[in-house]
Each structure stands twice: as structure tokens, then as C-alpha cells.
């Protein structure tokens, strides 16, 4: 099956502007997770959901950025009034949480905030 | 600050000799990850380890979790220029789901 797409692959805006960026999770997957990448460093969680909930979003580094997950399935990730520190790319991954917790990350949404 | 310390940071190697990283982690791994990531793109999942003291491996290359479970090797075997990348290991470590990533060991592999 497919795995998991994230649109779009690449997204350049101006400081003070509003981004939306989409994940599509795998199929069936319950857990849907979103990290941010910088420059040399590992992914750094921002939020995870289980069903249509967001579980925990305890990464979300201020009140700018929103997630959602209204059905279930397809996620959204908002920022608004973007700033330069917002570059970074932004990684999706979904799991299905039995028996194990594996995460299967898609391709990235490359943030570029001008 | 990463939780997870790799190392070593980068390396290089001989098409054909073996290599070995390190993920070590102060706090217990509820469960340990390793993902193989190209530039500009998205994580592979390579393995997952779970128990202290297991091993899986898989072609080339193999991956152990030590008996306290805080510390993971992930070793390549006779590398080729296939195994070149960024590897990062991820953790489990608050056992709610949400890992925690070093900052990654960048392999390049020599013709």
C-alpha cells in the first residue's frame, strides 16, 4: 500500500504569513505524529494524535502553530504569522500502535519562511 | 538538546570494511528505533528493538539493545555505497509513544 505523503514538498513564504501543510497518513493508521527538523539535528516531536484527538502536544512551541485531524485520518498542520525560526522541515509519520509503536515518517514539507 | 547521544558524528568508511554507531540514552528505552535518512528526504525504517539484550538483523546490517536498555549499536557489515546516509536512532523514552531522536551519525562510504 501507500506509504505516507505530505504536501507540499517544498513551501516558501513570507515572515508574517499563514502555512498549511498536510499529511496523509498509511491507511488504517490510528497514530499520526508531527516532528520538525532542523539543520543537523533529529526530528523534534510537536504533536501527536490517536483517532481524531490530539493525545498530546506538549512539542508545539507556542500558541502559532495548530494541528488537526477532524476525521481521522488526513492531518493538518497550521502556523500562523510565520517567522524565520519556523524553517525547518516538517515530518509526518503514522503508526497503527499494535503490536508495536513502529512510526512510518513520509517524505517532509521543506519550510522556508523568507 | 538531544536526549539521545550518537556517536560518533560522522565517519567514513572503505567500500567493504564494517562500521559501528552508537545511541546511548540516560534514561531507560521503553523501545529503540533506527531510521536511515538520505538528504532532504524522509526517515526509513530500519529495525526496532525492543527487549534488553536483543538483536535483529537484517541483509547487512544488524542492531542490539543493551541489557539495561539504554544503550544501542547499530552495526553494517562489508558497507556499500547503498549504506551511505544519515542514521538516526529514536526512542521511546517517557513509555507515551512520542520519540526522541539523536541528532544523527553521517555515513559516507569510499569507492
Known amino acids: 500500500g501507500a506509504g505516507v505523503s505530505q504536501t507540499p514538498s517544498n513551501k516558501v513564504t513570507e515572515k508574517g504569513k499563514y502555512v498549511e501543510l498536510r499529511c496523509d497518513p498509511i491507511?488504517?493508521?490510528?497514530?499520526l505524529y508531527w516532528y520538525r527538523q532542523s539543520l543537523g539535528q533529529g526530528p523534534e516531536f510537536l504533536i501527536y494524535?490517536?483517532?481524531?484527538?490530539?493525545?498530546?502536544d506538549s512539542g508545539l512551541p507556542n500558541d502559532r502553530f495548530f494541528a488537526v485531524r477532524p476525521e481521522g485520518s488526513v492531518s493538518t498542520l497550521k502556523i500562523q504569522r510565520t517567522e524565520r525560526g519556523d524553517s525547518a522541515v516538517y515530518l509526518c509519520?503514522?503508526?497503527?500502535?499494535?503490536?508495536?509503536?513502529?512510526?512510518?515518517f513520509g517524505p517532509g514539507t521543506r519550510l522556508t519562511v523568507l | 538538546s538531544q536526549e539521545l547521544e550518537q556517536s560518533p558524528q560522522s565517519l567514513i568508511v572503505q567500500e567493504g570494511k564494517n562500521l559501528t554507531i552508537n545511541c546511548t540514552s540516560s534514561?531507560?528505552?521503553?523501545?529503540l528505533y533506527w531510521y536511515k535518512q538520505k538528504y532532504g528526504e524522509g526517515l526509513i525504517f530500519l529495525m526496532m528493538?525492543?527487549?534488553?539484550?536483543e538483536e535483529k538483523s537484517h541483509e547487512k546490517i544488524t542492531a542490539k539493545l543493551d541489557e539495561k536498555k539504554q544503550q544501542s549499536s547499530l552495526h553494517i557489515t562489508a558497507s556499500q555505497p547503498s549504506h551511505a546516509g544519515i542514521y538516526l536512532c529514536?526512542?521511546?523514552?517517557?513509555?507515551?509513544?512520542?520519540?526522541?531522536f539523536g541528532a544523527g551519525t553521517t555515513v559516507t562510504v569510499r569507492a
Open positions: 494524535f490517536q483517532g481524531t484527538g490530539a493525545a498530546d
Open positions: 534514561k531507560t528505552l521503553y523501545g
Open positions: 528493538l525492543q527487549k534488553g539484550g
Open positions: 509519520a503514522s503508526s497503527s500502535g499494535v503490536p508495536y509503536n513502529e512510526q512510518f
Open positions: 529514536g526512542a521511546d523514552i517517557d513509555n507515551d509513544y512520542k520519540l526522541s
Open positions: 491507511s488504517g493508521h490510528t497514530a
